[in-house]
């Protein structure tokens, strides 16, 4: 209940338990079991405590734990949403889960995270602060609200193009006349200017590339053009069952070299992608 979650005392307890390195599922907020009474403080879900707990083993299996203390990390993830009209909206397939996942690894992992978020379905990852937004220049705002921060993950499916004239009027289909054109102009790529900040740069920039064919040459090209420090590549062609699925193949491509991760689960994939820039934040240091 809020009124008991909120309550000074508690707060202390919870202070004093996390101090002590005690991990929390929850509380979530909604509404209560009280009528008119909604704030933070309901149970979390059962099958969430359970997928919790299960990742909490497999971090403890992996060595994840601690890895990201004391460092500030970004992320962004799913798709954005681009206004037609007040209606109506372009986007893509993306899910959301991969971003999430890694969001969700890296404050396991000990780190203070911000989750910029575009319209996903899925559920906000336990222990990080978590931003929702719409559209690509939304998205922007919130990032760079967040910094500074030691690591960027820009996992998003960012609408390249936006429709040029959002109307304030929902468009109408008049008898006879031919369809309203949809000229578009292109958004400013979040992961180019994150890269290319004189101040405040994250000192680990990773951006994805979700290819559909010759994908580490398109990877490779990406990294180049955006300036970032390493490229999660991904085959999202239709088969690949990457879009919307629970596992991935990842290549990661850095200026020095290729090295391809066998197929995992997304949060496996997490796992290990947090724990490979943590290691690699490690070494950069004096
Ligand atoms: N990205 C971004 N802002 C954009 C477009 C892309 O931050 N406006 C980021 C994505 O989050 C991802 C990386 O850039 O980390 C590559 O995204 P992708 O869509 O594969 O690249 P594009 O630059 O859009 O290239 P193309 O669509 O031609 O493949």
Wanted: net charge neutral.
């Amino acid at each position: 209940n809020p009124m008991m979650w909120s309550h000074k005392a508690t707060a202390r307890n919870v202070a004093r338990l996390r101090e002590d390195g005690i991990g929390f599922i929850g509380p979530n907020a909604g509404e209560m079991a009280e009528k008119g009474e909604p704030g933070t403080g309901r149970m979390a879900e059962p099958a969430e405590i359970l997928d919790a707990v299960v990742a909490r083993l497999d971090d403890r299996a992996t060595g994840l734990e601690g890895l990201l203390a004391g460092r500030r990390v970004v992320v962004t993830s799913g798709p954005t949403h681009e206004p037609i009209d007040p209606v109506r909206y372009l986007a893509n397939r993306s899910s959301g889960r991969q971003g999430h996942a890694i969001a969700g690894a890296a404050a396991r992992a000990g780190a203070e995270v911000t989750l910029v978020s575009g319209p996903v379905t899925i559920p906000d990852p336990a222990g990080v602060r978590t931003i929702h937004v719409e559209t690509a220049r939304q998205m922007l705002d919130a990032l760079q609200g967040a910094l500074p921060a030691d690591i960027a993950v820009c996992a998003a499916a960012v609408a390249d193009w936006r429709p040029a004239n959002e109307g304030g009027q929902k468009i109408k289909k008049r008898q006879g006349e031919a369809p309203p054109p949809l000229g578009l102009v292109e958004n400013p790529d979040l992961l180019a200017t994150l890269s290319r900040l004189a101040k405040h740069r994250p000192t680990l920039v990773v951006g994805f590339a979700a290819e559909t064919e010759r994908l580490i040459e398109h990877a490779r090209a990406k990294l180049e053009r955006k300036g970032c420090d390493m490229i999660v590549a991904n085959d999202v062609s239709p088969g690949s069952g990457v879009m919307g699925g629970d596992r991935n193949t990842v290549h990661i491509v850095t200026a020095e070299n290729v090295v391809s991760w066998e197929e995992a689960s997304k949060d496996e994939v997490a796992r290990r992608l947090v724990a490979h820039v943590a290691g690699i934040l490690k070494a950069r240091e004096p």
